[in-house]
Structure formats: C-alpha cells, structure tokens
C-alpha cells in the first residue's frame, strides 16, 4: 500500500535556529496536508497542497509542494519556543488519509 | 472552523470493563468519522472509518468486536472498548471531514481520550 515516510523523526534546535522536516511518498499524490500536535495535544490542520511545485507561507512556516508530487517539506524560519510539538505530514491513500511518522520538534530556549 | 468534540477527555477504567467514547461534529454534518490510536510518541494508527447509516470499516488487524463503532447519526460516532486490558491503554482521537471525500480533505480532529486500563 502507499508509504508516506518522513524525516528527521526528532530534531532538536536552539530557539532562533531554522527546522525542516521532509516528507516523500511511494505513490504520486494528489495532495499532501501537515498537521500539527503540540505535547499532550490533538493534531491540527495546518495547510493543504494541491499544485505541482507549490510554495505556500504561513507567517515563518515556508510549505513545499515537489515537482513531481511525491514529496513536500516543511521549514520553519527562526523557531520560537511556541513551536514545539510533532509535525505530520498526510496524503491521501486508498479512501483513507495516510500519515507520516510525524517529526518532534524540541526547542532549547 | 469546524469543531469536532470528543468525550471524556480521559478515562480510567479497570480490566474487564467497557469505556465508551463519544466524538461530534459541533458545527458540520460528517458522514465519515475516522478512529486513530497513538501510543506515546508515535504516529496516528488509523483503526476504522465509520460511516453513517452503516458499518465501520476496521483495518486490518483491529478487532471489530473489540472495538465497537456506531455512527448514529451524521454528527456522532461512538467507540466502545469491550473488556478492556491494559494493553488496551492508549490514547483515542476520532477526526472527521466537512467534505464526503473525506481522504482529500483536511481533518479536523477531537481532543482525543486517553485511556487508562488497570
């Protein structure tokens, strides 16, 4: 079945520092979602992309759609302690949302 | 914004016992209800997709007369967890979409109920 896998699984960063988590797919997806769960928390919706090489910012969030629509990325420019938790990214599979492994943000103040 | 609400929040329960969980769409009409599972630091494991007016569809490996899904009516879907064990510990979030191509479109996820079986 597809395969979403994303990486890194942890990272830890000095607050102000840059993040970015990967994510690739087996299969070409007609969209890919990131959702975010801070600790002791629910995921939450973040963005949805649909185009081919899509680019779309959230504030000091930077979302990438690939070219050949099997992979995205999520950066996060200057990271504040606020950003803590674990980023999941989602494609569709079959009549089922696919996730990632997720990547664990943990932020050094 | 969509609004999903899952109750209770937590449960501790003893072994044997059944827990139900409520999840609702507050502000939408969701024919499609999804059931995850997570364990501590892990990603979301979808156990069924329930359906409104019919069956769950449980993915493989997850046990349907263990986990009981009913989606009664098009703003609430309930898991019951027969006989719990301790193994049966985890931590529940129901999502669901606005869109009947629930799979294309974002998720909007309850609180979720952790679930303490002793």
């Known amino acids: 079945g597809q395969q979403v896998m994303q990486i890194p699984q942890y990272q830890h960063v000095q607050e102000g520092e840059d993040f970015t988590t990967y994510c690739n797919s087996s299969?070409?997806?007609?969209?890919i979602q990131w959702y975010k769960q801070r600790p002791g928390g629910h995921p939450v919706f973040l963005i949805q992309?649909?185009?081919?090489?899509e680019v779309k910012k959230q504030k000091r969030l930077t979302f990438q759609f690939g070219e050949a629509k099997k992979n995205s990325s999520l950066h996060i420019t200057a990271t504040q302690t606020t950003d803590v938790g674990t980023y999941f990214c989602?494609?569709?599979?079959?009549?089922?949302?696919?996730f990632g492994q997720g990547t664990r943000l943990t932020i050094n103040p | 914004g969509a609004v999903v609400s899952q109750h209770p929040s937590w449960v501790i329960c003893k072994s044997g016992t059944s827990v139900k969980i409520e999840c609702r769409s507050l502000d939408f009409q969701a024919t499609t209800m999804f059931w995850y599972r997570q364990f501590p630091k892990q990603s979301l494991m979808l156990m069924a997709t329930?359906?409104?007016?019919?069956?769950?569809?449980?993915e493989q490996g997850v046990e349907k007369d263990k986990f009981l899904i009913n989606h009664a009516s098009l703003t609430l879907s309930t898991l019951t967890v027969t006989s719990a064990h301790p193994e049966d510990s985890s931590f529940y979030i129901c999502?669901?979409?606005?869109?009947?191509?629930?799979?294309?479109?974002?998720?909007?996820f309850g609180n979720g109920t952790r679930l303490t079986v002793t």
């Open positions: 989602a494609g569709p599979g079959a009549q089922k949302l696919v």
């Open positions: 329930s359906n409104e007016g019919s069956k769950a569809t449980y």
């Open positions: 992309l649909v185009k081919s090489g």
């Open positions: 999502s669901a979409s606005r869109s009947a191509s629930s799979y294309n479109s974002p998720l909007h």
């Open positions: 299969t070409t997806l007609s969209n």
